[in-house]
């Protein structure tokens, strides 16, 4: 079982920057590929970023290639979101979520494969 706390989130202006951060419980943190997701409202949710088990690979959505970063620290049982160069199009609540699927799997681009969800931080950028 993980849980996931997500923070970060908040108003900022367009061009700003937010860094988001996921705690997770548990021992085996390092065991889950970690991905952040992003849903507007009366949208789908959306992929944004993955990383890999050890933070050295990672994938992003191309609307925040170049802009965001995803990162994780497994001694603190974090994941980071640093969104950079943010737009009103960014606005939307961000989630953080665990995959524990075991094998060499591409990301998962969809919530599917997913096991475990924070609650979600509202980012909102205005214009």
């Known amino acids: 079982q993980v849980q996931l706390v997500e923070s970060g989130g908040g108003l900022v202006q367009a061009g700003g920057s937010l860094r988001l951060s996921c705690a997770a419980s548990?021992?085996?943190?390092?065991?889950?590929?970690m991905g952040w997701f992003r849903q507007a409202p009366g949208k789908e949710r959306d992929f944004v970023a993955a990383i890999s088990w050890s933070g050295g690979n990672t994938y992003y959505a191309d609307s925040v290639k170049g802009r965001f970063t995803i990162s994780r620290d497994n001694a603190k049982n974090t994941v980071y979101l640093q969104m950079n160069s943010l737009k009103p199009e960014d606005t939307a609540v961000y989630y953080c979520?665990?995959?524990?699927?075991?094998?060499?799997?591409?990301?998962?681009?969809?919530?599917?494969?997913?096991?475990?969800w924070g609650q979600g931080t509202q980012v909102t950028v205005s214009s």
């Open positions: 548990g021992r085996s943190f390092s065991r889950y590929r």
């Open positions: 979520a665990a995959d524990g699927r075991v094998g060499n799997f591409p990301y998962a681009l969809s919530t599917g494969p997913y096991d475990y």
